[in-house]
């Protein structure tokens, strides 16, 4: 049989497995569990669903995705009840309330003293500072904090902290914006400061006259020319749930998430601008032909933070959940993962094989459900309801017509499970961006599914992408099939060009890091291997060396053309992780990598977000700088033992030496990372943490001043 991409507990007979889902089927009356069960529908080009219809479908990896739009609000009604789970309901709106307001709904900000006040009037900056760690250059990724060179931008809780950050002696918080709900992400553009996080307000969306399923986002923007006095000049709220957002230029392209839900005014994703109130106009929503079974509405909102009088450019697409999204200069690409179904293959197979059983009266009784209207009952609920008419006709069977039965449907169900090659794929949607427009581009698929934003790169018009097939075990066989790892190539409309696949059988990717026209690549089962992969012809992509070596990377990050760094986690041969582990790879010989460095700490539980958060990771090679937050925990003798702060590293070409702790433990989580981001402006290093931002000489690490943060995160003194 061949790979697939679907993961089972374990071995079990095809009979036995077969008797359990019969039996599961006869008890269901629209519950939804159970693997794979949820709404399954496929729309075909020019065939909307209308109330009171019914469309039988699933996901088919043979056919290609189209995107589609709605001919009609009737259509996107019928489309919108249609793909409702049984579960639907309308929004609850929690107990957060609406930003204080600097007008009618803005942040308020707490202004210092007029003599501080006028000293915090910026002028561009000559001073040498870091940046945020983007994936892409020239597209910056929304963040906890930012810096100019002379100013600090941070959210610290409910609160953002506008800090006079250099000279460090002098530095000092010169305005607090407050909010009564919770600042998430931010972006500096000149003298904008753009700040956005989830809102959620009973009384406000009873005064707009508002009900939303999913919330909303609030989306201020302040003039920051005098840094003491930031002035709210605009403020958006947008229905749904923060999502992601990046920054090219002025324009920011601002994601968020929604659930599906019918409204007769305003029935798509809502913006309010100030006190009035549109929703995302009816050609701009799209949506494909695939069979959604947790669907959500992702649009993309472009606005130009230094102009901010101007229109927002607003694209809706409905996606399934658990979506990544990475963005290039030019396009935005959104992710998901898409399976063909053992569950609902077999459900279909034994209908086929009931069908003839059907007496008139049920088959009128099917005929009803599938005209009932949609807001009575959802496609997910009228399937369900059908398929237990179908399966009551096995109680009417003796043991011996039912066994035949139940060989007939195996049969059946290994012939159709051998029509593909793979069962998992990653479903990708691509939105051009340039210069605050939005459009909806094309559509691909390659087998497998991705780790994060950085399994995928776009080079000279091509998408590049690396994915791991998981490891499963086959219903017909008694062996499993193992997990395997590919690399595919894209061109700019969406079609495969190119793939490598078959790559370290059994094991997973960790990491990925594009780099030109090389991908270097970890996976991991119990040692370390560490790919190079050369796609200078993305038509032919092929594996040019690889090393071994015990433990594993999660980030990769290039020092420069011929070094890698690997942070990740060191490894016994069995696959028992030790302590936390930062490599240096020279892949200047493409074809020999070598580990020429390494630092392993001596705690074995040490942990850094920066295995996951590549924002945490703050890198100079100029400045032979290197520093991640990092903490653990020790106990012995009853004691625990431990640090928590952030690791300062010395880091060349061929050495990685830890400096210091610049030690934040007095502000820790009690069991996570104290640091979040660490930044370096001129001589000196910023470590900052939940209520305070410590300032240290990166000559020597000596302290120079800290600069506390009241985050009011918790509403509780802590003392």
Same mark, same amino acid.
């Given at each position: 049989?061949?790979?697939?991409?679907?993961?089972?507990?374990g071995?079990?007979?095809?009979?036995?497995?077969?008797?359990?889902?019969?039996l599961?089927?006869?008890?269901?009356?629209?519950c939804?569990?159970g693997?794979?069960?949820?709404?399954n529908?496929?729309?075909?080009?020019?065939?909307?669903?209308?109330?009171?219809?019914?469309?039988e479908?699933?996901?088919?990896?043979?056919?290609?995705?189209?995107?589609?739009?709605?001919?009609?609000?009737?259509?996107?009604?019928?489309?919108?009840i249609s793909?409702?789970?049984?579960?639907?309901?309308?929004?609850?709106?929690?107990?957060?309330?609406?930003?204080?307001?600097l007008?009618?709904?803005?942040?308020?900000?707490?202004?210092?003293?007029?003599?501080?006040a006028?000293?915090?009037?910026?002028?561009?900056?000559?001073?040498?500072?870091?940046?945020?760690?983007?994936?892409?250059?020239?597209v910056?990724?929304a963040?906890?904090?930012?810096?100019?060179?002379?100013?600090?931008?941070?959210?610290?809780?409910?609160?953002?902290?506008?800090?006079?950050?250099?000279?460090g002696?002098?530095?000092d918080?010169?305005?607090?914006?407050?909010?009564?709900?919770?600042p998430?992400?931010?972006?500096?553009?000149?003298?904008?400061?753009?700040?956005?996080?989830?809102?959620?307000?009973?009384?406000?969306?009873?005064?707009?006259?508002?009900?939303?399923?999913?919330?909303m986002?609030?989306?201020?923007?302040?003039?920051?020319?005098?840094?003491?006095?930031?002035?709210?000049?605009?403020?958006?709220?947008?229905?749904?749930?923060?999502?992601n957002?990046?920054?090219?230029?002025?324009?920011?392209?601002?994601?968020v998430?929604?659930?599906?839900?019918?409204?007769?005014v305003?029935?798509?994703?809502?913006?309010?601008?100030?006190?009035?109130?549109?929703?995302v106009?009816?050609?701009?929503?799209?949506?494909?032909?695939?069979?959604?079974?947790?669907?959500?509405?992702?649009?993309?909102?472009?606005?130009?933070?230094?102009?901010?009088?101007?229109?927002?450019?607003?694209?809706?697409?409905?996606?399934e959940?658990s979506?990544?999204l990475?963005?290039s200069?030019?396009?935005?690409y959104?992710t998901?993962? %898409? $399976? +063909? &179904?053992e569950?609902?293959?077999?459900?279909?197979? @034994? *209908?086929?094989?009931?069908?003839?059983?059907i007496?008139?009266?049920d088959?009128?009784?099917?005929?009803k459900?599938?005209?009932?209207?949609n807001?009575?009952?959802?496609q997910?609920?009228k399937?369900?309801?059908?398929?237990?008419?179908y399966?009551?006709y096995l109680?009417?069977?003796?043991?011996?017509?039912?066994g035949?039965?139940?060989?007939?449907?195996?049969?059946?169900?290994?012939?159709?499970l051998?029509?593909?090659e793979?069962?998992?794929?990653?479903?990708?949607?691509?939105?051009?961006?340039?210069?605050?427009?939005?459009?909806?581009?094309?559509?691909?698929?390659?087998?497998?599914q991705?780790?994060?934003?950085f399994?995928?790169?776009?080079?000279?018009d091509?998408?590049?992408?690396?994915?791991t097939?998981?490891?499963?075990w086959?219903?017909?066989?008694k062996?499993?099939t %193992? $997990? +395997? &790892?590919?690399?595919?190539?894209?061109?700019?409309? @969406? *079609?495969?060009?190119g793939?490598?696949?078959?790559?370290?059988?059994?094991?997973?990717?960790?990491?990925?890091?594009?780099?030109?026209?090389?991908?270097?690549?970890?996976?991991?089962?119990?040692v370390?291997?560490?790919?190079?992969?050369?796609?200078?012809?993305?038509?032919?992509?092929?594996?040019?060396?690889?090393?071994?070596?015990?433990?594993?990377?999660?980030?990769?990050?290039?020092y420069?053309?011929?070094?890698?760094?690997?942070?990740?986690?060191?490894?016994?041969?069995?696959?028992r992780?030790?302590g936390?582990?930062?490599?240096?790879?020279?892949?200047?010989?493409?074809?020999?990598?070598?580990?020429?460095?390494?630092?392993?700490?001596?705690e074995?539980?040490?942990?850094?977000?920066?295995l996951?958060?590549?924002?945490?990771?703050?890198?100079?090679?100029?400045?032979?700088?290197?520093?991640?937050?990092?903490?653990?925990?020790?106990?012995r003798?009853?004691?625990?033992?431990?640090?928590?702060?952030?690791?300062?590293?010395?880091?060349?070409?061929d050495?990685i030496?830890?400096?210091?702790?610049?030690?934040?433990?007095?502000?820790?989580?009690?069991?996570?990372?104290?640091?979040?981001?660490?930044?370096?402006?001129?001589?000196?290093?910023?470590?900052?943490s939940?209520?305070?931002?410590?300032?240290?000489?990166?000559?020597?690490?000596?302290s120079?001043?800290?600069?506390?943060?009241e985050s009011?995160?918790?509403?509780?003194?802590?003392?």
């Amino acid at each position: 049989m061949k790979k697939s991409g679907l993961t089972n507990t374990g071995p079990i007979t095809a009979g036995a497995l077969l008797s359990m889902v019969l039996l599961s089927l006869l008890i269901m009356s629209g519950c939804s569990e159970g693997p794979g069960v949820g709404p399954n529908i496929i729309d075909q080009p020019g065939a909307q669903l209308e109330p009171g219809s019914y469309k039988e479908a699933r996901f088919d990896p043979k056919e290609q995705v189209e995107t589609l739009q709605f001919a009609s609000a009737d259509d996107f009604k019928a489309f919108v009840i249609s793909h409702a789970s049984s579960g639907y309901s309308y929004a609850y709106y929690g107990a957060r309330t609406e930003v204080i307001a600097l007008d009618s709904a803005g942040g308020g900000a707490s202004m210092p003293a007029p003599e501080q006040a006028a000293k915090a009037v910026a002028t561009p900056s000559a001073n040498d500072f870091s940046q945020t760690n983007n994936q892409v250059a020239g597209v910056d990724e929304a963040d906890i904090i930012k810096t100019d060179g002379d100013y600090i931008y941070t959210i610290s809780g409910s609160r953002v902290y506008i800090i006079k950050a250099y000279p460090g002696e002098d530095a000092d918080v010169v305005a607090t914006i407050e909010y009564k709900n919770m600042p998430t992400s931010l972006f500096v553009s000149g003298n904008h400061l753009a700040v956005f996080g989830d809102f959620n307000d009973l009384d406000f969306f009873r005064r707009m006259d508002l009900r939303l399923r999913s919330g909303m986002t609030f989306f201020n923007i302040y003039d920051i020319s005098n840094r003491a006095e930031p002035k709210l000049v605009k403020e958006y709220k947008f229905e749904g749930n923060y999502f992601n957002a990046r920054m090219t230029g002025d324009f920011v392209y601002f994601v968020v998430s929604s659930q599906p839900e019918y409204r007769p005014v305003l029935p798509t994703p809502i913006i309010v601008e100030g006190a009035a109130k549109r929703s995302v106009p009816l050609p701009d929503v799209y949506y494909y032909n695939i069979p959604y079974r947790n669907m959500q509405f992702i649009t993309v909102h472009a606005l130009n933070i230094a102009q901010p009088s101007g229109d927002v450019n607003s694209k809706t697409i409905a996606v399934e959940a658990s979506q990544n999204l990475y963005m290039s200069e030019k396009n935005i690409y959104v992710t998901y993962t %898409e $399976s +063909v &179904n053992e569950y609902d293959l077999q459900r279909e197979i @034994m *209908k086929e094989l009931l069908d003839s059983q059907i007496i008139d009266s049920d088959r009128a009784v099917i005929e009803k459900i599938k005209a009932a209207d949609n807001d009575i009952l959802s496609q997910y609920e009228k399937e369900e309801k059908i398929m237990q008419i179908y399966f009551s006709y096995l109680n009417y069977m003796d043991s011996e017509e039912r066994g035949g039965l139940e060989d007939k449907a195996e049969e059946l169900l290994k012939k159709r499970l051998e029509e593909y090659e793979h069962l998992e794929f990653t479903v990708i949607n691509k939105l051009s961006v340039e210069d605050g427009s939005v459009e909806v581009g094309g559509n691909g698929k390659v087998p497998g599914q991705i780790i994060n934003q950085f399994s995928l790169d776009e080079n000279d018009d091509v998408l590049r992408i690396a994915t791991t097939i998981s490891a499963r075990w086959s219903r017909f066989s008694k062996e499993r099939t %193992e $997990s +395997v &790892n590919s690399i595919y190539a894209l061109d700019s409309s @969406m *079609k495969v060009i190119g793939e490598l696949s078959g790559l370290a059988e059994g094991e997973s990717i960790y990491s990925t890091r594009f780099i030109g026209d090389k991908l270097y690549m970890v996976t991991f089962r119990q040692v370390d291997p560490f790919f190079v992969i050369d796609l200078s012809d993305p038509r032919a992509i092929k594996e040019l060396g690889q090393l071994k070596i015990p433990g594993f990377s999660r980030y990769l990050h290039p020092y420069d053309d011929h070094t890698i760094i690997g942070i990740g986690q060191d490894a016994a041969e069995t696959g028992r992780t030790k302590g936390l582990k930062i490599s240096l790879f020279d892949v200047s010989d493409f074809e020999n990598p070598r580990e020429i460095a390494k630092f392993v700490t001596g705690e074995r539980y040490a942990q850094s977000t920066a295995l996951y958060e590549h924002k945490a990771f703050l890198f100079s090679r100029e400045k032979d700088l290197m520093v991640i937050p990092a903490y653990s925990y020790e106990y012995r003798d009853g004691s625990r033992e431990g640090y928590n702060g952030a690791f300062v590293f010395k880091i060349t070409r061929d050495e990685i030496r830890l400096r210091g702790l610049i030690d934040h433990s007095k502000d820790e989580v009690r069991y996570g990372p104290a640091v979040e981001r660490s930044l370096y402006i001129e001589e000196l290093l910023y470590t900052k943490s939940m209520s305070l931002v410590r300032i240290n000489r990166i000559s020597d690490l000596g302290s120079v001043k800290n600069i506390s943060l009241e985050s009011k995160g918790i509403g509780i003194p802590v003392y």
